[in-house]
């Protein structure tokens, strides 16, 4: 009796020392059983959150279960990706995660309050977003090589435009400078459209712009677009090289979004998300929107999204390091 009883507490350690596995282990197999909420580290109504309800209706199906979106913004989507990272690894609260969120910021902040790559299980990169890199039409820059040239002869001199410090435009004109060997002046904006019209009315020199947004002022003349910063040729700017091939080989700067869970997610959870949200990328529905909003299908499963992850969190730290942006 008295070994039975001294077993009986061992096994009984053992199962406070694992924590929840053997509870999440069996809750995998049913899983899912309630509703899913995805949280959006933004307000209502930009694109993160319009394609996370998108996934959502189109995975609620599949999983049988609701899925619901909910927005908790705040400090460059830190506040709703902490909140995700510190929620219980069950697969019911999501991250509709972005490059600002879980690559950037782990770069520019010592203070973060969670790691990108060992406090998350992701599910699926979904989608990428290249940007371009335009000048005015009336600029005498006609090329990538043209701007390298230019900035090498005239150190600090060459401007671009962005919607602020971390924005995935202000990094990837960071990568652009530390991979050309040139000086670029970063002048931050509240936004976007700030950043665009000054480059219209010719007082600043250049920007890494939003391909939609952007492809408008291209097609009627008003802008040149230089180079896309990803690794293909964009379907939106038919005819308009990648920077890689324009003058800067190996280059490659593109946001991108996700869905990620909190690490310890059982892999069975991670599975099964992960195969809902490849049927959905397949949808028309979803198919229209990446073709409207100038989105990219990327679908990596688990693994590879887990190594594409921590290859983003290395290259933006290598970046920041460079360019003293450290926060």
Same mark, same amino acid.
């Given at each position: 009796?008295?070994?039975?009883?001294?077993?009986?507490?061992?096994?009984?350690?053992?199962?406070? $020392?694992?924590?929840?596995?053997?509870?999440?282990?069996?809750?995998?197999?049913?899983?899912?059983?309630?509703?899913?909420?995805?949280?959006?580290?933004?307000? +209502?109504?930009?694109?993160?959150?319009?394609?996370?309800?998108?996934? #959502?209706?189109?995975?609620?199906?599949?999983?049988?279960?609701?899925?619901?979106?909910?927005?908790?913004?705040?400090?460059?989507? /830190?506040?709703?990706?902490?909140?995700?990272?510190?929620?219980?690894?069950?697969? =019911?609260?999501?991250?509709? #995660?972005? /490059?600002?969120?879980?690559?950037?910021?782990?770069?520019?902040?010592?203070?973060?309050? @969670?790691? +990108?790559? $060992?406090?998350?299980?992701?599910?699926?990169?979904?989608?990428?977003?290249?940007?371009?890199?335009?000048?005015?039409?009336?600029?005498? =820059?006609?090329?990538?090589?043209?701007?390298?040239?230019?900035?090498?002869?005239?150190?600090?001199?060459?401007?671009?435009?962005?919607?602020?410090?971390? /924005?995935?435009?202000?990094?990837?004109?960071?990568?652009?400078?530390?991979?050309?060997? %040139?000086?670029?002046? !970063?002048?931050? @904006?509240?936004?976007?459209?700030?950043?665009?019209?000054?480059?219209?009315?010719?007082?600043?020199?250049?920007?890494?712009?939003?391909?939609?947004?952007?492809?408008?002022?291209?097609?009627?003349?008003? *802008?040149?677009?230089?180079?896309?910063?990803?690794?293909?040729? !964009? =379907?939106?700017?038919?005819?308009? +090289? %990648?920077?890689?091939?324009?003058?800067?080989?190996? @280059?490659?700067?593109?946001?991108?979004?996700?869905?990620?869970?909190?690490?310890?997610?059982?892999? &069975?959870?991670?599975?099964?998300?992960?195969?809902?949200?490849?049927?959905?990328?397949?949808?028309?529905?979803?198919?229209? *929107?990446?073709? &409207?909003?100038?989105?990219?299908? &990327?679908?990596?499963?688990?693994?590879?999204?887990?190594?594409?992850?921590?290859?983003?969190?290395?290259?933006? $730290?290598?970046?920041?390091?460079?360019?003293?942006?450290?926060?």
């Amino acid at each position: 009796m008295r070994r039975q009883f001294l077993k009986g507490l061992g096994a009984a350690a053992l199962a406070l $020392t694992t924590g929840l596995g053997p509870t999440l282990a069996q809750a995998a197999g049913t899983y899912p059983d309630k509703p899913i909420t995805i949280v959006v580290p933004f307000p +209502p109504g930009g694109s993160t959150d319009l394609l996370a309800r998108k996934i #959502g209706e189109a995975i609620s199906g599949p999983l049988g279960q609701p899925v619901v979106v909910e927005n908790r913004g705040g400090a460059g989507g /830190t506040v709703g990706a902490n909140y995700v990272a510190k929620s219980d690894p069950d697969g =019911y609260t999501l991250l509709m #995660g972005v /490059t600002g969120s879980n690559a950037i910021s782990a770069a520019l902040r010592d203070d973060l309050p @969670y790691n +990108p790559v $060992t406090d998350f299980a992701p599910v699926s990169i979904v989608i990428s977003s290249p940007l371009v890199l335009v000048v005015n039409a009336d600029s005498p =820059y006609q090329s990538v090589q043209d701007v390298i040239d230019y900035a090498k002869a005239n150190p600090d001199t060459f401007t671009h435009g962005t919607p602020g410090v971390g /924005t995935s435009m202000h990094m990837a004109g960071e990568l652009f400078a530390l991979e050309s060997g %040139t000086k670029l002046v !970063h002048v931050p @904006y509240k936004g976007s459209a700030a950043a665009l019209q000054d480059l219209l009315g010719g007082r600043i020199d250049a920007m890494f712009g939003d391909i939609l947004v952007t492809s408008e002022y291209i097609n009627s003349g008003r *802008l040149r677009a230089l180079g896309v910063t990803g690794t293909q040729e !964009h =379907y939106l700017l038919t005819g308009v +090289p %990648t920077i890689a091939e324009a003058g800067l080989p190996g @280059y490659d700067a593109a946001s991108w979004q996700g869905i990620f869970a909190p690490a310890g997610t059982p892999p &069975e959870v991670l599975d099964k998300l992960y195969d809902a949200i490849a049927a959905a990328l397949q949808t028309e529905d979803l198919q229209t *929107l990446f073709k &409207e909003r100038g989105f990219l299908v &990327e679908g990596m499963p688990p693994a590879q999204s887990k190594d594409f992850i921590a290859a983003e969190v290395k290259k933006w $730290t290598g970046v920041v390091d460079a360019a003293g942006l450290k926060q």
